[in-house]
């Protein structure tokens, strides 16, 4: 099964170390106390994935509150910036409006260049700001009009590397799975 589509192009981007990291998060998973997702999962994600925050949100499209967040290494606070959220939202990238259904991790840069990223509003008013150059999602599937998702994001530096998509991609359904 591993050597052949679609997990062969995932395989030829882990290594063994990779795959150890995605049983830790299982792990963690599944020892979130009723909940989703808890702490666990979003801190053994963040070994697996090095970010500067992540989080796991459940949310209703239309809804500004969230049905659960966790999120770990943020400082910034993120109530500052609701108002040029809600202002900007349109000019995000990767609404989950329009990516909630993608099976696939995404980055910022597979849906747009940074050149046109840093010519939004969403960059200027919240991502900049806040010190995000880069982020990368992965949603669950969700009920039609929510969205499940974690998310990951950095400064400056290095972008997320195909690895790290590839860790997601392997995740997916068995998070999906833990999520039921």
């Known amino acids: ?42 801190e053994a994600l963040l070994e697996a994935i090095p970010a500067d925050a992540a989080a796991y949100v459940e949310w209703r499209f239309g809804d500004h509150g969230c049905l659960r967040v966790s999120r770990i290494g943020d400082d910034g606070d993120f109530e500052s910036f609701a108002d040029a959220i809600d202002a900007t939202c349109g000019s ?12 696939q991790p995404l980055r910022i840069t597979d849906v747009v260049s940074v050149r046109a990223l840093r010519r939004t509003p969403f960059y200027t008013l919240v991502m900049k700001p806040s010190g995000i150059e880069h982020e990368l999602k992965l949603w669950l599937p969700a009920p039609t009009g929510h969205a499940c998702l ?3 994001e950095r400064g400056p530096g290095a972008n997320f590397s195909e690895r790290d998509r590839a860790l997601l991609s392997l995740l997916r359904q068995h998070l999906a799975n833990a999520r039921a």
């Open 150 to 152: 974690f998310e990951f």
């Open 92 to 103: 995000y990238p990767l609404r989950d409006i329009a990516w909630a259904d993608s099976t």
């Open 1 to 42: 099964v591993w050597g052949s589509p679609p997990y062969r192009w995932l395989m030829e981007r882990l290594r063994e170390r990779d795959l150890h990291r995605a049983l830790e998060v299982l792990s963690a998973a599944g020892g979130a106390d009723g909940h989703p997702f808890g702490l666990e999962t979003v």
